[in-house]
């Protein structure tokens, strides 16, 4: 999978679950010391983070997402054995009742 450099939440949610079953890691990781209501965020640090899984996905917000989009450079300096992706909007676009469905058919 081609990772973009941002996600909006739903693609987050959506590409977490997908991902997930496929047995890749994917974080939410809080650059502002401000957790997210009703999601499960892990504050940036660097030497923690690199002790996840190799090809995990780091997705990076602050409170508008132009900072972490901004710094996605940096990051994927930083973290060259890892996917960095920005999250769009940020904290202040973030929907807390937002969830994702599987499709009946």
Known sequence: MSYPDEWTQKEFL????????????????DTILSPIEGADTVLYNPY?????????VF????????ATLNRLAEYKKKF??????????????????MSIF????
Not at 21 to 29: F, T
Not at 48 to 56: D, I, Q
Not at 102 to 105: L, P, Y
Request: glycine share 10%; proline share 4%.
């Open 102 to 105: 599987d499709d009946f058919v």
């Open 14 to 29: 959506q590409n977490k679950k997908k991902l997930e079953e496929e047995g890749v890691k994917v974080l939410l990781i």
């Open 48 to 56: 923690e983070l690199l002790k996840e899984p190799a090809g995990s």
């Open 59 to 66: 997705v990076f917000y602050c409170d508008s997402g132009k």
């Open 80 to 97: 060259p054995n890892y996917n960095c992706i920005s999250l769009k909007g940020g904290r202040g676009y973030w929907r807390v009742n």
